[in-house]
């Protein structure tokens, strides 16, 4: 049993929202009781204490769509790649990475981005990988080290037939085996949902070969209008907008998440609404990208649920919330928009969307929930409690002030290292595969030795 005390909580419970000198009782992977820390140190005298030393203690951030594929790809510069447009962004960097990706790639790809979410607090991640190089056991890997390092996770590949029909069925069988995976283990820390890439990427007939394969399993993980490739192929090879042509191909539904949503219409909202299906937004990726801003205010108001990823731009789920504030506003054109919503998004919608997949509840601070609870140091200088919070978030914090991190009732990293995970092990196997990746992707030789 652990003890997570002598700090101010933030629940997100509405029952019993903020202790200004409380504590977490831990018992195994639930949340045991909460409460006033002196009371709950005497009730649980032999509980092995995890000192917040005066700090927020908080429920684990969800990310709700990320890349792990994206892992080696920090400082990464690619010889004679300039894209100008989305299309060359994605051929000439992303998709020219996972050309080049081995399991071994994919592997250090998830520890890579693992351990960051760990150190940002993030507990719970959506991932949508990409490894065309090498597709069989790829969604196995990650896995496998989504398990070493103890993260929760909901896993999908990206279907594509960019290189190919035999890329493609790969693809779809490796979506199709690790869904079976799942529901043969029944692991509420590892969970499937059958992916796609961009519609433009995908035919009717290959939509076809998914739902079949998928049979009512799970839901799709999904690229929607995130470029206007989309809505140009749909409207000139379909005769239909992107949201539509999902529709008649049986992809929408409660459990499927479109991710980006950035060139949708009101009638294709009005499908997202009615078919209970989810999106997420990814502000800072959508940005970078040049690909403009998704119409989230429309979609909330018309009572879409719709989650806060990163799109793998970053593992700081405050860093996301920051941007989608501000870039929201700058669309808008006004000054008081997107505070509540962006707060929404990160903190009610995100467990929300776990919530389909994961059986304890998560992103909350309760009896019963999963014991995934973080500390982060931040001394403010303004007054602080449930009311203001969001603010703190929005202005304040970042994820670099974590300090603790539990998932699941287990202490992965406690004052600001890591707890039985050997980093550096692993930061030395993860540069030999990025250099070999950088190397087969520049046509040149990078010693790991050099960079250690």
Same mark, same amino acid.
């Given at each position: 049993m652990l003890l997570v005390g002598n700090g101010r909580v933030f629940t997100l419970d509405d029952a019993n929202p903020y202790l200004k000198d409380g504590a977490v009782v831990i018992d195994g992977e639930v949340i045991r009781e909460v409460g006033p820390f002196a009371a709950m140190k005497e009730k649980y005298p032999d509980a092995e204490f995890v000192d917040a030393h005066g700090q927020l203690i908080l429920p684990g951030f969800i990310n709700a769509h990320t890349h792990i594929y994206s892992g080696l790809a920090r400082g990464l510069?690619?010889?004679?790649?300039?894209?100008? +447009?989305? =299309?060359?962004?994605?051929?000439?960097?992303?998709?020219? &990475?996972?050309?080049?990706?081995?399991?071994?790639? *994919?592997?250090?790809?998830?520890?890579?981005?693992?351990?960051?979410? &760990?150190?940002? @607090?993030?507990?719970?991640?959506?991932?949508?990988?990409?490894?065309?190089?090498?597709i069989p056991g790829s969604l196995f890997a990650i896995k496998d080290v989504a398990k070493e390092l103890g993260i929760r996770s909901c896993l999908c590949y990206e279907v594509s037939e960019r290189d190919g029909e035999e890329k493609c069925d790969q693809a779809i069988k490796e979506n199709a085996d690790f869904i079976t995976w799942a529901e043969q283990e029944n692991d509420d820390m590892i969970k499937a949902? =059958?992916?796609?890439?961009?519609?433009?990427?995908?035919?009717?007939?290959? =939509?076809?070969?998914?739902?079949?394969?998928?049979?009512?399993?799970? @839901?799709?993980?999904?690229?929607?209008?995130?470029? $206007?490739?989309?809505?140009?192929?749909?409207?000139? +090879?379909?005769?239909?907008?992107?949201?539509?042509?999902?529709?008649?191909?049986? &992809?929408?539904?409660? #459990?499927?998440?479109?991710?980006?949503?950035?060139?949708?219409? @009101?009638?294709? $909202?009005?499908? &997202?609404?009615?078919?209970?299906?989810?999106?997420?937004?990814?502000?800072?990726?959508?940005?970078?990208?040049?690909?403009?801003?998704?119409?989230?205010?429309? $979609?909330?108001? #018309?009572?879409?649920?719709?989650?806060?990823?990163?799109?793998?731009? *970053?593992?700081? $789920?405050?860093?996301?919330?920051?941007?989608?504030?501000?870039?929201?506003?700058?669309?808008?054109?006004?000054?008081?928009?997107?505070?509540?919503?962006?707060?929404?998004?990160?903190?009610?919608?995100?467990r929300k969307i776990c919530a389909k997949y994961f059986k304890k509840p998560l992103g909350v601070l309760k009896e019963g929930a999963a014991a995934d609870v973080i500390v982060m140091d931040y001394k403010p200088f303004t007054p602080i409690d449930e009311q203001n919070l969001g603010g703190h978030m929005l202005f304040g914090l970042m994820g670099k002030n974590c300090r603790t991190t539990i998932i699941n009732g287990k202490v992965l990293y406690k004052d600001r290292e890591f707890v039985l995970i050997d980093e550096e092990k692993i930061n030395a196997w993860t540069m030999e595969q990025a250099c070999r990746l950088w190397g087969d992707l520049n046509q040149t030789t990078y010693n790991a030795a050099d960079y250690l």
């Open positions: 510069a690619i010889k004679d790649n300039n894209p100008t +447009n989305f =299309f060359e962004v994605l051929d000439g960097t992303w998709w020219n &990475i996972d050309r080049h990706l081995s399991i071994d790639g *994919t592997k250090a790809c998830a520890y890579a981005t693992i351990l960051d979410c &760990i150190r940002d @607090g993030v507990t719970t991640i959506f991932d949508h990988h990409a490894s065309f190089a090498e949902m =059958f992916g796609g890439h961009a519609l433009f990427t995908i035919s009717d007939k290959t =939509f076809r070969k998914m739902v079949e394969a998928n049979n009512g399993r799970t @839901g799709f993980h999904i690229h929607v209008s995130e470029g $206007m490739n989309d809505v140009w192929d749909s409207l000139q +090879n379909y005769g239909c907008r992107s949201v539509e042509r999902l529709l008649n191909n049986d &992809i929408l539904g409660p #459990k499927t998440m479109l991710g980006h949503c950035i060139h949708l219409n @009101g009638d294709e $909202m009005d499908i &997202i609404k009615e078919t209970q299906t989810m999106a997420v937004n990814n502000p800072e990726s959508n940005m970078g990208n040049a690909v403009g801003c998704a119409p989230v205010l429309q $979609m909330l108001k #018309k009572g879409i649920l719709v989650g806060m990823g990163t799109d793998a731009y *970053t593992h700081d $789920m405050l860093e996301s919330l920051k941007v989608f504030l501000i870039i929201q506003r700058h669309n808008a054109g006004l000054p008081n928009v997107a505070f509540g919503e962006a707060l929404q998004m990160l903190l009610d919608n995100n």
